[in-house]
């Protein structure tokens, strides 16, 4: 069955570097989205992403984030200068035309 | 902003049992999908329900979109030890539009004591 996968699964980083996370939506998907969870917390809204552009955006996605769909398989998530607060289990999720979301296993970003 | 308020919060119950937990809106909903999360994973569709009303199963699971589109219930029958997890409920509300961001309860921790 296929699924979404993202890696690394565990990103340890210095406050003020630059992170990548990326991810492998479902191949016949067209719309992509990153959420996070901050421990103990609901899952957030992010960004959401659809022929090659964000289509929406939460305030958590400031201009310290952005997303990019390099090629025809990756979708990648960059935060430019990370904060202590960044860090939270990031989720990537894809969908075909339904509604149904499907969610990858999660990089959980820690920023020390 | 949008929110969905999931009860109850948590949940200890014996193998066997049946589980009910439910999320309320104060706005009106298009789309319940409920998800269930396992430490160190991401959540995982469980069930998805798009018209009021609708009363969907999988398996011993069991999720029913409110009349008013502000509520949605799960239950769980017979529960087993894998049951255990964090069950969450997410909504598209009727203006998330084509986007269809999803809008998330705080989640119900279920423990099934064997």
């Known amino acids: 069955e296929p699924e979404v996968t993202q890696t690394p699964s565990h990103q340890v980083t210095q406050m003020g570097q630059e992170v990548i996370l990326r991810c492998v939506p479902i191949s016949n998907h067209l719309y992509f989205y990153w959420y996070r969870q901050i421990l103990g917390q609901k899952v957030e809204f992010l960004v959401s992403f659809y022929n090659n552009e964000i289509s929406e955006k939460s305030e958590i996605f400031d201009d310290q984030f952005s997303v990019e769909r390099p090629d025809g398989s990756n979708f990648t998530l960059k935060i430019r200068s990370t904060k202590l607060e960044d860090s939270a289990m990031y989720f990537c999720a894809s969908r075909a035309t339904g509604s149904e979301q499907y969610f990858g296993p999660g990089t959980r970003l820690t920023v020390t | 902003g949008q929110q969905l308020n999931q009860s109850p919060q948590s949940m200890f119950i014996q193998e066997g049992e049946d589980v009910s937990m439910n999320c309320t809106s104060s706005?009106?909903?298009?789309?319940w999908l409920w998800y269930k999360q396992e430490p160190g994973e991401g959540p995982v569709l469980l069930i998805a329900l798009y018209k009021a009303g609708e009363l969907t199963s999988n398996g011993r699971l069991t999720a029913q979109f409110g009349i008013t589109r502000k509520d949605s219930f799960l239950n769980i029958s017979a529960s087993i030890p894998s049951d255990v997890g964090i069950y969450f409920c997410a909504g598209q509300s009727v203006n998330a539009g084509n986007n269809r961001k999803l809008i998330w309860g705080l989640g119900t921790s279920l423990a099934v004591n064997p």
């Open positions: 706005s009106i909903f298009n789309t």
